[in-house]
């Protein structure tokens, strides 16, 4: 590899990963008045690049534009070493991160996530409470503009949003009327999808395509929120470079990070503060590749636990179709409706912790013959392919994330086989599922059968686990006091190194139910602001 | 990263037409393969007599170029075997190869229900701009459909710190 002639100037915060994490750390500090560099592996995407721009889009998502890096293949992307993993984790590689194919559900942990040793007895307690937190989710909720229903009787008092929700539509009323039915918690979906136009973001226009990139601009990807503001503030974002390692100097800070850009040129790029926002696996990976002859454990590794107690999130569903049409090819996608209810512990049920249930649409007559790949041939080809496709208006889809424990035996390391096209050591994931999540995946399916059987469902169709899903990667890099247990503190700092930062779902310390990405952004936007108060401060002594 | 500034790093290049064109026979064993998959049913046309579907069909292979050789060498397997023997065979393909009859089934059948003729008919409008008007959401919440969980009230298990 080439090296570079001339090394770039120093710059305050550089930043390693555009995703939402990224996006917020990046436009903190820029507002701030910090200089910043973003470098991303990837590039931009248009929202007219989206498949479902195209009558092929059910095609295109099954390989091209797939969810899995593994399938899918692109230059931006590396590959995932899954050999001795239950399941696989995914993200896309892009300015805007995993947010391109998100969904963006968008509730926060329950006060409980917080507290789980307390509460349950299992697993730790996070070094900050739900009150901590909520602040810094109120001022990122207000910034990308949240849609949905204040009063959400899961949550304690004083949880609302800046934009009114969008409809339920037939298959969010139809759902919440089982779950009434069955006497349980359920809510009006809330989403980062912009029900009005807001900043950046186009209205949303129901394309029900949400999870393979919103062709409207309207979802809260933080390509289209957060990053160009922070491009505005000043900052600037690097594509097509491809963090190598992080740089430490004899002071034991780090002096900057190597990356490797588009010509294939390696490029020292100088900066007073590090920040990882790569995920779940792609931070752990990076500081296990940064490891020298002062840290040959990888950087940051003095606890050891950099890359160990992933979480995944198992989800599982269950697909209901009905004789009622639903207009289920309608969005967002996005959840139309959450329930809360099965949460919390119940001991009775032989397992610790629960899950969060939420209802789609199921757009697409292709999508629902994939959905039926399990059944019999005579179920879906042949006559029955005809009304195996027209039940595609008439489905609900209810899905489920479950809470993934924290076991220092699941974890990312580096693989010995497989390298991205840089020649970097590819990561590797060794995951095993736990009894106590079985149970709750079991017990999860049955719960949203239940559901589909008080509305009436004419076939129901289930999954207990999808291994492919859903791309919530966290926990491979814990906060914590104590840095005999924790890789970072509450603040997202490493204990080890006292510039480098890590802000993205590596430092969850347990994972809740709930999807991430909302208290990713949260913890982000911490991170963000006690990263600037600490460069500024070190800015002044120097 | 060596990759020439002009490539998309993270867009997958559209392609429209497959890697190459079907011989005759491919064609005609790949149609015969789409009408046992997607027989006439009802009002419901076989693959073959839906209008357009050709070129739809073209537009599939594209989509899953991944997998045009392992599809059209099937296909090529496929062509002397006739009638009755033809389900059979594709019963097999289903029960033993999976690699190969999971996107060649995706192809015909992705092919089939992106004809306008057949969207209209199962009543699927295609992926497209609606957005809401502007009282749907209050109309939906002012039947009380949410009253019965308000009245629950609170549910959320307390911990220090909230």
Avoid at chain 1, 52 to 57: M, S
Avoid at chain 1, 209 to 220: F, I, L
Avoid at chain 1, 440 to 465: P, S, Y
Wanted: proline fraction near 7%; charge should be negative; include cysteine.
């Amino acid at each position: 590899m080439a090296q570079q002639d001339k090394t770039p100037d120093v710059v305050d915060v550089l930043v390693i990963g555009a995703g939402p994490s990224g996006a917020v750390v990046t436009h903190t500090a820029a507002a701030a008045g910090l200089s910043v560099i973003c470098l991303e592996q990837g590039d931009w995407v248009n929202p007219s690049d989206f498949p479902a721009n195209f009558p092929e889009w059910e095609l295109l998502i099954q390989h091209n534009w797939a969810h899995d890096p593994n399938v899918r293949g692109l230059p931006s992307d590396y590959p995932v070493d899954v050999e001795d993993s239950d399941m696989w984790p995914v993200m896309f590689n892009a300015v805007g991160g995993s947010s391109i194919y998100y969904g963006a559900e968008w509730p926060r942990l329950l006060p409980s996530d917080f507290r789980v040793k307390t509460v349950d007895g299992v697993a730790d307690d996070w070094p900050i409470s739900y009150n901590d937190l909520k602040p810094y989710h109120d001022e990122v909720d207000e910034f990308i503009g949240v849609a949905g229903v204040g009063g959400d009787t899961a949550y304690p008092d004083g949880l609302d949003y800046p934009l009114p929700p969008h409809p339920m539509g037939k298959p969010g009323v139809k759902a919440a009327e089982a779950a009434n039915k069955l006497g349980w918690h359920w809510w009006p979906g809330t989403n980062a999808i912009a029900s009005q136009k807001h900043k950046t973001l186009e209205q949303c226009g129901r394309w029900g395509v949400c999870e393979w990139g919103c062709p409207q601009g309207a979802k809260a990807s933080f390509d289209l929120i957060y990053m160009p503001q922070a491009q505005k503030a000043g900052a600037t974002v690097l594509t097509g470079a491809r963090a190598k390692r992080i740089v430490t100097g004899a002071d034991g800070l780090a002096s900057g990070v190597e990356y490797i850009n588009r010509d294939g040129q390696v490029v020292f790029q100088p900066a007073r503060a590090v920040v990882l926002c790569a995920n779940g696996v792609g931070t752990p990976r990076l500081l296990l590749l940064s490891a020298d002859d002062n840290h040959p454990d990888g950087l940051a590794n003095s606890s050891g636990l950099v890359g160990r107690n992933l979480m995944l999130h198992p989800n599982c569903t269950a697909l209901g179709y009905y004789d009622d049409d639903l207009e289920s090819w309608r969005g967002p996608a996005g959840q139309l409706i959450h329930s809360m209810q099965f949460y919390e512990t119940d001991k009775s049920r032989g397992f610790v912790r629960g899950s969060k249930l939420h209802a789609l649409p199921t757009p697409g007559p292709l999508n629902a013959i994939e959905a039926h790949r399990e059944c019999d041939f005579d179920e879906l080809w042949g006559p029955a392919i005809h009304d195996v496709a027209r039940s595609a208006r008439n489905g609900i889809l209810w899905a489920a994330n479950t809470e993934d424990l924290p076991e220092e035996d699941n974890r990312v390391t580096l693989s010995t086989t497989l390298q991205d096209s840089d020649g970097l050591p590819a990561p590797k994931i060794e995951y095993r599922i736990s009894d106590n999540t079985r149970k709750l995946l079991k017990f999860t399916v049955d719960r949203m059968v239940e559901a589909h059987q008080a509305a009436g469902a004419k076939r129901i169709l289930t999954k207990e686990l999808w291994i492919d899903q859903p791309g919530h990667l966290l926990g491979t890099a814990r906060m914590g006091d104590d840095p005999a247990t924790s890789v970072v503190d509450s603040y997202g700092k490493t204990h080890d190194v006292d510039n480098l930062y890590i802000a993205d779902g590596s430092i969850f310390v347990t994972s809740g139910s709930a999807n991430p990405t909302c208290t990713i952004t949260a913890l982000a936007l911490r991170v963000g602001k006690k990263l600037v108060e600490n460069v500024k401060s070190r800015k002044a002594q120097s | 990263m060596s990759t020439p500034a002009s490539l998309r790093l993270s867009v997958p290049i559209r392609q429209t037409t497959p890697p190459r064109s079907l011989t005759e026979v491919e064609q005609e064993s790949l149609l015969r393969i789409a009408d046992t998959l997607i027989p006439a049913a009802g009002p419901n046309p076989k693959a073959s007599d839906t209008k357009d579907f050709l070129p739809y069909l073209q537009l599939a292979l594209a989509a899953r170029r991944d997998a045009f050789d392992v599809v059209i060498a099937a296909v090529s397997r496929l062509k002397d075997v006739a009638g009755a023997d033809l389900l059979t065979a594709l019963k097999a393909m289903w029960a033993d190869d999976k690699n190969t009859f999971d996107p060649l089934s995706a192809i015909v059948a992705g092919a089939y229900f992106m004809t306008p003729e057949v969207k209209e008919l199962i009543g699927y409008p295609g992926q497209h701009r609606d957005p809401a008007g502007l009282e749907d959401a209050v109309n939906e919440l002012e039947t009380g459909i949410l009253d019965p969980v308000i009245e629950r009230g609170p549910i959320y298990v307390s911990a220090a710190g909230e």
